[in-house]
C-alpha cells in the first residue's frame, strides 16, 4: 500500500473539503460499506535503476535511503447517482495550493491524468451502479533507514620483526566517545 496516496485523498478530499467520504483500499475483502465512498488501487509500480543515498548518518549509525516510484493509480468513485461530479471534483482538488502544499509534505505529487470517466459496474447478472474512474500518475518517495553503524574502537595488537636492532610491538586501543554511546560526554567535546 502507498501510504502517501491515502493519505493525499483522504486529506484534500475530507479535512480540506469536509466531503465526509471515506477512502478504502481495493482488495480487502470486507463487506461493501454505504455509499458514497472512494476506492483506491494501483497497477503498476516503476523503480528506478539506482537508489539515493543520504551522506549524513546520525548518532546511532543511521542513514535514510530513498528512491522515487511511479504507480499509475485506479481510483473509483461510488455514489448512488452522481459518481463522476465526485470523481471531477477530486480531479480538480488535487491542483488546489493546499492540496499541493501537502504533496510537498508527503513526498508525492499527482502527474499525468490519464482517464475520467464514468463507467458503471456490473453488481449482479441484470444491475449496474454508478461509477466514476480517475486514472493518473503517482510519484512518490519510498524511504528505509540502513544500520550503517560506527567503528567505535580500534585495537591494534601485534609485533613488528625483521628490523635491524629490535623487534617492535605495540599494543593500543583507539575509542571515539560518541555522545550516543557515552550519554555523560556531551557532543563536541571528548
Partial sequence: MIDQLWALTDYTLNTLYNKNVPVI???????????PYVMLNYTT?????HEIMDKFVDLNGMRVISS????VVDMQFY??????????????AFATDK???????????????LFLQRVPALINESQYEDRAIYQFDFYY????????????????????????TDNL?????????YPAQNPAVPPGES
Fill in 141 to 164: 518517495t519510498e524511504m528505509m533507514k540502513e544500520d550503517v553503524g560506527f567503528i567505535a574502537t580500534v585495537i591494534v595488537d601485534g609485533t613488528y620483526e625483521g628490523s635491524l
Fill in 25 to 35: 483500499w481495493g482488495y480487502q475483502n470486507a463487506a461493501r460499506i454505504k455509499k
Fill in 45 to 49: 509500480d516503476d523503480l528506478p535503476d
Fill in 99 to 113: 492540496s499541493l502544499d501537502k504533496q510537498m509534505e508527503l513526498n508525492c505529487s499527482i502527474g499525468t491524468r
Fill in 169 to 177: 610491538t605495540c599494543n593500543e586501543v583507539i575509542s571515539f566517545p
Fill in 68 to 71: 522515487w516510484r511511479k504507480a
Fill in 79 to 92: 455514489d448512488a447517482h452522481n459518481s463522476i461530479s465526485l470523481a471531477s471534483f477530486m480531479a480538480s
